[in-house]
């Protein structure tokens, strides 16, 4: 007994179909995909700019004589106030460097930084003070936990809401 050839038949037309809406709506998926970056970049400005409650904490543990020196000396003449005023002047320099996000080359730009001269020193966790640490929001919670989650659901929505709309069960 000869073994019988085994055929496959794929009727592509529908996947075609598609791949022609997409292709056609690029501006509309360049559109879609800067409202979910903006508003990802508007989540991250907030989680960044959320200022933590006050510590209680009340004294200082200084890490060498030298601070000591140093705060004992700013105190005496001003530079430190004591107790500290909180400005906001931190959480409000959290901006986008670009006015919006936009389509680059291979995607969508989004910048965000804070110009603020000692930033680092409260929120990126490599040079973060002592004093900050599991206080402060840092920029690299934002790599991962509840905010990465976050901004991988906005954008998860967005590509659920693009292709219905493309696949012509909702309004584009």
Same mark, same amino acid.
């Given at each position: 007994?000869?073994?019988?050839?085994?055929?496959?038949?794929?009727?592509?037309?529908?996947?075609?179909?598609?791949?022609?809406?997409?292709?056609?709506?690029?501006?509309?998926?360049?559109?879609?995909?800067?409202?979910?970056?903006?508003?990802?970049?508007?989540?991250?400005?907030?989680?960044?700019?959320?200022?933590?409650?006050?510590?209680?904490?009340?004294?200082?543990?200084?890490?060498?004589?030298?601070? +000591? $020196?140093?705060?004992?000396?700013?105190? %005496?003449?001003? /530079?430190?106030?004591?107790?500290? =005023?909180?400005?906001? @002047?931190?959480? +409000? $320099?959290?901006?986008?460097?670009?006015? %919006?996000?936009? /389509?680059?080359?291979?995607?969508? =730009?989004?910048?965000? @930084?804070?110009?603020?001269?000692?930033?680092?020193?409260?929120?990126?966790?490599?040079?973060?003070?002592?004093?900050? =640490?599991?206080?402060?929001?840092?920029?690299?919670?934002?790599?991962?936990?509840?905010?990465?989650?976050?901004?991988?659901?906005?954008?998860?929505?967005?590509?659920?809401?693009?292709?219905?709309?493309?696949?012509?069960?909702?309004?584009?």
């Amino acid at each position: 007994m000869a073994n019988a050839p085994v055929q496959i038949r794929v009727d592509d037309r529908e996947l075609r179909a598609f791949a022609k809406k997409l292709q056609a709506a690029g501006p509309l998926v360049n559109k879609r995909f800067v409202e979910a970056t903006t508003e990802a970049a508007s989540f991250i400005w907030d989680f960044l700019g959320d200022y933590p409650q006050r510590s209680t904490h009340t004294t200082m543990n200084f890490v060498s004589e030298k601070q +000591r $020196r140093y705060v004992m000396w700013a105190i %005496r003449n001003g /530079v430190i106030q004591v107790p500290y =005023r909180r400005t906001g @002047t931190l959480g +409000r $320099r959290w901006r986008s460097f670009e006015q %919006r996000p936009h /389509v680059v080359m291979g995607g969508i =730009r989004a910048v965000i @930084t804070n110009n603020v001269p000692y930033a680092h020193w409260v929120q990126d966790e490599s040079r973060q003070a002592q004093y900050h =640490r599991g206080r402060w929001p840092t920029v690299q919670m934002v790599e991962r936990g509840a905010v990465k989650r976050k901004v991988e659901l906005v954008f998860q929505g967005a590509i659920d809401r693009l292709v219905r709309a493309l696949a012509g069960k909702t309004a584009v």
